[in-house]
C-alpha cells in the first residue's frame, strides 16, 4: 500500500482543483460540523490547518487541509479532491471508528492528515479497516475492509457536547452564528445518521436549542 499524495501528485494534480465549487462547499459543510463542536463556529476563510497546533510537527505541502482527530470530517473532502485529481481511479471511502480514509481499490490511498506523517500507508490502511494489532492466522486485511460504493459522500453527524457546561455554551453560540448548519444538523437527526455518534439523553437538550432558532430561520425566510 501507498500514499497518492507527494510533492508532483499535489502541485500538479491537486493545486489545480482547490477551487472547485464543490469542493469547497464540501469542505465548509462537513469541517463545519467539527468546528461548530469545539471551537464555536467557523468564521471566514479559515482552513483546516488554521485549527491545527503546528509548533512541534512539520508541515507538509497541503498543511492547510490537514487538522488531527477530524480524519471524519475531512474524509467526503479527500473523496472529491481525488475524484477530481484522479478521476480514471475508482476512489471510495474507507471508514472505522479508528479513521477514515480515501482508497482506489488497489494499491493506493488518498489521505491529506496521514500523508508526509509518521504512518505508513498500510498502517493508515489498516486503521481505517478497523484493525489494530494483529490478525488471526485464519483471516486477512481483507476480511476487515468494507468500503464505501465508489464516489459516494459519508454521512456526518454533529459532535455533540456530553455534560460539560462550557462545551454546551460553545455549542449553542456557533450553531446560532450558522444557519447552514443548523439545517445540516437537523438533516442529520432526521435521516438517523446521528444515532451512533450522540448518547439519546443529549437528543432533548439539542431540541430544545436548536427548535426556536429553526423557527426563526423561518420566520425571516417568510419576510423575507
Keep these: 500500500m501507498r500514499y497518492y499524495l507527494d510533492r508532483a501528485t499535489w502541485t500538479t494534480r491537486c493545486v489545480p482543483c482547490l477551487d472547485d465549487h464543490e469542493l469547497r462547499r464540501v469542505l465548509h459543510r462537513d469541517f463545519g460540523l467539527f468546528v461548530i463542536g469545539h471551537y464555536g463556529t467557523l468564521k471566514g476563510d479559515r482552513l483546516p490547518g488554521d485549527f491545527e497546533a503546528w509548533d512541534k510537527k512539520k508541515r507538509p505541502l497541503w498543511w492547510q487541509y490537514v487538522k488531527d ?74 476480511d476487515y475492509v468494507e468500503p464505501l460504493p465508489v464516489g459516494e459522500y459519508m454521512p456526518l453527524g454533529i459532535f455533540f457536547p456530553s455534560r460539560d457546561e462550557t462545551e454546551w455554551t460553545q455549542w449553542e453560540k456557533g450553531i446560532e452564528a450558522t444557519p447552514a448548519l443548523r439545517r445540516a444538523i437537523l438533516k442529520g437527526l432526521r435521516r438517523g445518521h446521528l444515532d451512533h455518534l450522540v448518547k439519546k439523553s443529549n437528543y432533548p437538550r439539542a431540541a430544545r436549542i436548536l427548535n426556536p432558532m429553526m423557527a426563526h430561520d423561518l420566520d425571516t425566510r417568510i419576510a423575507a
Excluded at 472529491?80 to 478521476?87: E, I, K, S, V
Excluded at 498502517?123 to 492466522?137: D, K
Design 69 to 142: 482527530l477530524a480524519c471524519h470530517y475531512l474524509v467526503n473532502f479527500n473523496l472529491r479532491l481525488a475524484m477530481l485529481a484522479q478521476p480514471d481511479r475508482p476512489w471510495r471511502i474507507l471508514t472505522s471508528n479508528l479513521h477514515s480514509t480515501v482508497w482506489d481499490g488497489d494499491k493506493s490511498i488518498f489521505d491529506l492528515n496521514f500523508s508526509a506523517g509518521i504512518l505508513t500507508a498500510e498502517t493508515t490502511f489498516r486503521l481505517a479497516a478497523g484493525v489494530i494489532g494483529s490478525i488471526p492466522p485464519t483471516y486477512t486485511i481483507w
